[in-house]
């Protein structure tokens, strides 16, 4: 399974970097804007934290197929030391997914996205999206967001289809844990889920408790 991480804040990204093991990041327009950064400098920025094995994934704005194209062969430019590792986002509008196609026959990698049923996900998959990210918690206002992200895993493994899941949308840590209890290849989490997926008040309880009882006992709050 893949741990990806949603966001564009690079202090965040090589925080969580180097306390956990991540696959990539994933980035789309509103969280680009959020960085308060220019589009460039802060993709640039992101490429200079992650290693030659982490995926970037950063999505396109245009809404027309033919400026779709534009916008996804300049997004596969800004990585093309290591075109195998920068996945340009489509979001599966009717453009979206001509669009898919035609990025396809050019070798670039490509994930479909803003997937609000399996339905949608499936006919990515069907025109060659490498990778689908459903909006698991997006879909709950429609539905049962973890049940239709598990029912498209579902029709992919069973057309044996190679499309990658990599859920997105969460607001909790249940979301996360029911698709990764059920096999899901990826999730991307943004920050504040993937904090409270590492802690636990009760952990620092504990670890307090054993400090404690070594000092009163050692005088000294390491083993030797
Ligand atoms: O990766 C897609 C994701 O960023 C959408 O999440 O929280 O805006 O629904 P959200």
Same mark, same amino acid.
Request: charged content about 20%; glycine content about 4%.
């Given at each position: ?40 400098? *802060?993709? @640039? $920025?992101? %490429? ?7 995926? =970037?994934?950063?999505? +396109? /704005?245009? #809404? ?27 979001? *599966?509008? @009717? $453009?979206? %997914? ?7 026959? =050019?070798?670039?990698? +490509? /994930?479909? #996205? ?41 029709? =992919? ?68």
């Amino acid at each position: 399974m893949e741990l990806i991480l949603d966001t564009a804040d690079t202090q965040a990204i090589a925080y969580f970097n180097e306390y956990l093991t991540l696959d990539g990041v994933t980035t789309n327009p509103s969280i680009i804007t959020k960085s308060g950064k220019d589009f460039n400098v *802060v993709v @640039n $920025e992101i %490429l200079a934290i992650l290693n030659d094995e982490q995926d =970037l994934y950063v999505q +396109v /704005l245009s #809404t027309t197929c033919a400026d779709i194209v534009e916008e996804a062969k300049y997004i596969a430019s800004l990585r093309k030391d290591n075109p195998e590792r920068m996945y340009v986002k489509v979001p *599966v509008s @009717n $453009e979206g %997914l001509k669009a898919i196609k035609e990025i396809k026959k =050019l070798g670039i990698k +490509v /994930l479909a #996205t803003a997937i609000y049923t399996a339905e949608q996900g499936f006919l990515a998959a069907l025109s060659g999206a490498d990778a689908l990210a459903p909006y698991v918690n997006r879909m709950c206002n429609f539905g049962d967001g973890v049940a239709n992200t598990i029912a498209l895993q579902n029709m =992919l493994d069973i057309n044996m289809m190679e499309a990658k899941i990599v859920a997105a949308s969460f607001k909790n840590t249940d979301q996360v844990h029911k698709l990764i209890e059920n096999g899901i290849q990826a999730v991307t989490v943004p920050t504040d889920v993937l904090t409270n997926m590492m802690n636990h008040p009760a952990t620092d309880t504990a670890v307090d408790a054993f400090t404690a009882d070594w000092k009163k006992a050692y005088g000294r709050t390491s083993l030797v």
